[in-house]
């Protein structure tokens, strides 16, 4: 299937094995970029592998090990190492809902591409290299603990989701949790996540798609497309879990997020990478367009909150939607959190009785279609994006339609359901005294 | 790409990048290159966040940030960055093509004005900035200088960088210090302000589907009546270099942050960056250097360990994140690995693939307007005659005879470490 936005062509593919291939071509760059990606990550910590009659439960951390494992190679060359040699910047990133590796290269990609492919499909783990790893992971973690910024958003995700809900769990797992891990768990893992079926390889530059596929076809395992995964995550809290949570660290002014659990996008939720998920790409745009009408660079809110002192950077709002979970969260660094607070409630408020104003809807809708136009200069910032649209279930195309076409009537409704005080939590890291 | 120079005044250079339909965006960039000195790093900080607040026609950032969004979310930064031992203030806007607009706008025009206003002409009060403006932007800056120990990492480097260069404007920090806040008036800054602007070069960058001659009259109209006075600056300053030295500094962390700091001896900028690079990329810049791979993956002694070499000053920083107890046994392990350079123990492989890695480094710079600017701006500031393909050239050309050369004269100016 090929798909055209902006003058730039998709295409897409699902082969028999369950591959799903997304090439995205453009004449005249210079850059190359592969993404090969399966859809583990750290919020699959119990799972029901296809055919498997019984539940397994894996420590916490278990994808992003895997991560660090897969580039060793049995010749004893690390795999980063021949991308490298070879000029291509290869790396590889765990989020709550998949693993990627990827690489970026401006010649010999052919080689580099086979590399790739070639290295995720052979795992190999040892007593050794597994207990090496730990040193390392355990150094990345004390990185994350002395990092604020990470502190005040993963207490909004507790905050959120209560501490039974897999996104609770820390991406790279804790010092002790990652003690538990073995060669034998993370094959477990690896058998049944890195399976053609269950993972995408997104391609972007002067290529041919025509080629690419050949060579995925021609490389990637050939086997029947396998039943899915069964994923549990553990319990949502069904209200908030805490309204507030607060920690001390060594900052110079409080950082907060301001959270908004998000119920209906569940709902609307079809399974899977699918084309019927336009409805998900609706209604994150209608909150973007809310978010920025209520606290962005030009709202009476943030005006107001700087002019008297309270902020002096602008207010980081965003949109979230995983497949188990969604918010929108408003993010400051100021010396007054409740002030901000209560002027961003008195906002959607505000809002809330009076409606919004056509002119500001408006303008508002050009300008995120704008930075959508701006996204397609790059193949590789393409690709980025359609490899996380991906996992969440949408088609990054689905948004050019979705910004020109939304109307202000259904982002009001979004406006009185989502933003409800009663799904409202905050999250903040305050300084040491 | 067609890269085209043209002066509108005195020290004042257009730089026009037409990239034809590459992209779907303009980018335009104004650069203002300022001294950089303890007595005026504050207020030319202060002055970039005055700058942003508005301009005669756009009084307000809220007035500012309607007009970006009515130019379908462009994007506007003001900066202020050091660049060796200068400063350079920069004015940025990123917008969509006119051809990508949904109702046939002209934003080129718009985009043009609007940066230029910003720069030239702001909101005045009795011959200075306004008084509102100037006291909340204080604010401001002030919490941005003490956002700085926010980011572990980047604070330990900012350290260093400041104990290593003490005696060299380039050991200050780029957004100035809290107690100068107290006393700059309205008044005084903006005397710095047409101070800077009379005096400075400034280069401006345009990238995108452009005209030429078109840019260069709206930059010629708009930069006719600025008052200036420009003298070509005099050869470069020496400056006396500090002794060796060891920092440690405490915090609540519990991770090691170690930063080592190198000064090439006798820095020959033009034939040194491309050994420098080579060597850096050698030691700790890519993920088969030897760092990563003997510190790192071998030692599991860290999680991020690099080198950066920093070309304007002729220096070089290795830094790593380590358990506390390890701090020994981590430094003399990158101890080694340097010492093994010096030694020669550099192999042809390692060699090339640090040439390979920089080879796609210096390509990727084509694909985005932003990074086409740095970098031709970058190289203006650094002296360098060279355009990508050139340099890319040169950098296959080093062999391992200039890299050994190169260790030979690296001396450890500086270890620093945060510890808890």
Redesign the interface.
């Given at each position: 299937m090929v798909q055209e936005k902006l003058n730039q062509k998709v295409y897409y593919e699902h082969l028999e094995n369950g591959l799903d291939v997304v090439i995205i071509p453009k004449k005249g760059v210079t850059n190359y970029y592969a993404t090969f990606a399966t859809h583990f990550g750290s919020l699959n910590y119990k799972f029901k592998a296809p055919g498997n009659t019984e539940i397994t439960t894996v420590p916490d951390g278990v994808a992003h090990f895997l991560e660090h494992k897969l580039f060793e190679e049995e010749d004893g060359i690390n795999a980063l190492d021949k991308l490298s040699k070879i000029g291509a910047d290869a790396n590889a990133y765990t989020t709550f809902n998949h693993t990627a590796y990827l690489f970026t290269c401006n010649s010999r990609f052919e080689e580099a591409f086979n590399i790739l492919l070639k290295f995720v499909q052979n795992p190999y783990l040892t007593d050794e290299n597994v207990e090496k790893e730990k040193g390392i992971i355990g150094q990345e973690i004390k990185m994350y603990d002395d990092d604020p910024n990470w502190q005040v958003f993963f207490q909004l995700l507790i905050a959120l989701y209560g501490d039974k809900h897999a996104v609770s769990k820390d991406i790279a797992g804790t010092v002790e949790s990652i003690s538990h891990i073995t060669p034998k768990v993370l094959y477990d893992c690896y058998n049944t996540f890195y399976d053609p079926s269950n993972m995408v390889i997104i391609v972007s530059g002067d290529v041919e798609p025509e080629k690419i596929l050949d060579i995925i076809k021609a490389n990637v395992k050939s086997q029947k497309e396998k039943a899915q995964i069964e994923r549990y995550y553990g319990e949502i809290s069904p209200k908030v879990f805490k309204t507030r949570v607060e920690k001390k660290m060594d900052v110079s002014l409080s950082m907060a997020i301001l959270g908004f659990k998000d119920v209906k996008a569940q709902t609307l939720r079809k399974a899977g990478y699918s084309e019927d998920n336009k409805d998900l790409v609706k209604r994150s745009v209608a909150i973007e367009i809310l978010l920025s009408l209520i606290a962005g660079k030009s709202s009476r809110t943030f005006e107001e909150l700087y002019n008297e002192g309270t902020l002096t950077s602008a207010i980081d709002c965003d949109f979230t939607f995983e497949e188990d979970y969604a918010y929108s969260s408003f993010y400051v660094e100021t010396s007054n959190v409740d002030r901000v607070v209560e002027r961003i409630k008195e906002e959607i408020s505000y809002l809330k009785e009076n409606g919004l104003s056509k002119e500001d809807f408006d303008r508002t809708k050009k300008m995120l279609y704008g930075n959508f136009v701006g996204m397609f200069n790059d193949p590789i910032y393409i690709a980025k994006n359609m490899t996380n649209d991906y996992f969440k279930g949408v088609n990054t195309l689905d948004y050019a339609d979705a910004y020109q076409n939304i109307t202000k009537e259904y982002v009001e409704e979004v406006l009185r359901e989502h933003f409800d005080f009663n799904n409202m939590a905050l999250s903040v890291v305050s300084p040491n005294e | 790409m067609n890269s085209k120079e043209i002066k509108i005044r005195d020290g004042i250079i257009l730089h026009c990048m037409n990239t034809g339909d590459?992209?779907?965006?303009n980018y335009i960039s104004i650069n203002v290159v300022s001294e950089l000195s303890r007595d005026t790093i504050t207020k030319n900080a202060l002055i970039t966040l005055v700058l942003r607040r508005g301009c005669q026609k756009l009084k307000?950032?809220?007035e500012i940030?309607?007009k970006?969004?009515?130019?379908?979310?462009?994007?506007l930064s003001a900066e202020t960055d050091k660049i060796g031992d200068g400063l350079v203030t920069s004015f940025n806007l990123?917008?969509?093509s006119d051809e990508?607009t949904?109702e046939n706008e002209e934003l080129f025009k718009d985009g043009a004005s609007l940066i230029c206003d910003m720069l030239l002409d702001p909101v005045l009060e009795n011959g200075a900035f306004k008084e509102e403006y100037v006291s909340?932007e204080k604010?401001?800056l002030k919490?941005?200088i003490?956002?700085?120990?926010?980011?572990?990492?980047s604070y330990a480097m900012e350290r260093c960088v400041e104990e290593m260069f003490k005696n060299e404007p380039f050991g200050l920090y780029k957004y100035g210090y809290v107690e100068d806040l107290d006393s700059i008036s309205a008044k005084d800054l903006y005397a710095q302000y047409k101070k800077v602007l009379k005096e400075s070069q400034i280069y401006i960058y345009v990238s995108g589907n452009i005209d030429e001659q078109s840019v260069k009259s709206l930059f010629e109209e708009k930069f006719k009546d600025v008052e200036r006075d420009y003298k070509e600056e005099a050869a470069c300053k020496t400056f006396e270099v500090d002794k060796y030295k060891e920092v440690v500094d405490h915090?609540?962390?519990?991770?090691g942050k170690i930063v080592f700091g190198y000064r090439v001896k006798d820095y020959n900028s033009a034939e040194d960056f491309y050994k420098m690079n080579i060597y850096s990329a050698i030691l700790g810049g890519?993920?088969?250097s030897k760092l990563f791979?003997n510190v790192?993956?071998k030692k599991?002694?860290?999680?991020?360990i690099r080198s950066q070499y920093l070309k304007y000053k002729g220096a070089m920083m290795v830094s790593a994140?380590?358990?506390l107890e390890n701090y020994e046994i981590a430094k003399d392990c990158i101890f080694k690995e340097i010492n093994d350079m010096k030694i020669g123990e550099i192999t042809e492989?390692e060699i090339?693939?640090a040439k390979?890695?920089l080879?796609?480094?210096f390509?990727?710079i084509?694909?985005?307007?932003t990074s086409l600017v740095s970098w031709a701006l970058g190289q203006k500031l650094f002296g360098g005659e060279e355009d990508l393909n050139t340099v890319i050239e040169k950098i296959n050309n080093v062999s391992k005879e200039d890299v050994m050369e190169v260790a030979s004269r690296l001396e450890l100016a500086i270890s620093y470490y945060l510890a808890s």
């Open positions: - | 590459r992209f779907k965006t307000t950032m809220k940030s309607i970006l969004e009515e130019m379908y979310g462009a994007i990123n917008f969509i990508y949904l909340q604010d401001s919490e941005l003490e956002s700085k120990i926010n980011n572990k990492t915090q609540n962390v519990t991770q890519t993920a088969s791979c790192r993956e599991s002694l860290a999680y991020t994140g380590i358990e492989e090339h693939d390979v890695n080879i796609t480094r390509k990727a084509n694909d985005s307007q």
